[in-house]
């Protein structure tokens, strides 16, 4: 079985500041890893993954994702934030030859300005 | 770029009533995925489809079945609802072609509240 912890519920920091949203993962097997923002009342919008490679991943709006094996994390992060990025943040992973996605409980980011 | 269509966006049903939700995925894509998002929970997988043929199934109720059809968008049939069905049902589309590193783009979703 697969699964993703999400530890903090809300993550507050000041808009230009470095922000990070924390992921954890257990999967058997070799890991594909997805961070999805989701903005109140709207659809998950996808921001980067990591697949294999490079074990800093770089994705939409300036955020980027470091894979720690040995950690089995997948953080999120962004050298400054923006008030906009204001949102919902989902970790999800997958199982290579596996389909669905199991996501984390999700985080609230909350950029004040 | 085109997008996951989704339709209804909004949809308010009486309990025991039936509804169907619609699922266009962006073009070319052959793999669509449902998914179920109750109030302040992560989403979660229902089933999914590939060239038309189930290819995982989740947590899918008895009374729910879908599938997907020659042009490829899927439809998901709810029947006899529950209060507890409300939720925020999400679709996401993939391509197999990415060989099996494809990514979920999801749809907005459709709100459907069981009164």
């Known amino acids: 079985a697969q699964s993703v912890a999400q530890p903090e519920d809300q993550v507050n920091v000041a808009e230009g500041n470095p922000l990070t949203v924390k992921c954890t993962y257990s999967v058997s097997g070799n890991p594909y890893l997805f961070w999805y923002v989701q903005y109140p009342n709207r659809g998950l919008q996808f921001l980067l993954k990591?697949?294999?490679?490079?074990?800093l991943v770089k994705g939409s709006y300036g955020f980027e994702a470091e894979f720690n094996k040995s950690q089995t994390s997948f953080h999120l992060k962004k050298p400054s934030a923006l008030v906009s990025d204001s949102a919902l943040y989902f970790c999800?992973?997958?199982?290579?030859?596996?389909?669905?996605?199991?996501f984390g409980s999700g985080t609230r980011l909350q950029v004040q300005p | 770029a085109a997008g996951v269509i989704q339709s209804p966006r909004h949809l308010i049903k009486e309990k025991r009533e039936t509804a169907t939700l619609k699922c266009y995925p962006i073009?070319?894509?052959?793999?669509v995925y449902w998914y179920q998002q109750g109030p302040g929970q992560d989403p979660q997988f229902l089933i999914s489809f590939y060239e038309k043929m189930q290819s995982d199934k989740g947590s899918i109720p008895d009374r729910f079945s879908a599938q997907q059809f020659s042009d490829y968008h899927s439809e998901l049939n709810m029947s006899s609802l529950e209060l507890g069905d409300s939720a925020l049902y999400f679709c996401?589309?993939?391509?197999?072609?990415?060989?099996?590193?494809?990514?979920?783009?999801f749809g907005p979703g459709t709100r459907l509240t069981v009164l």
């Open positions: 990591y697949i294999t490679g490079d074990n």
């Open positions: 073009p070319r894509h052959d793999t």
């Open positions: 996401a589309s993939s391509s197999r072609l990415a060989g099996g590193q494809d990514t979920q783009y």
């Open positions: 999800a992973v997958r199982v290579s030859g596996g389909r669905a996605l199991t």
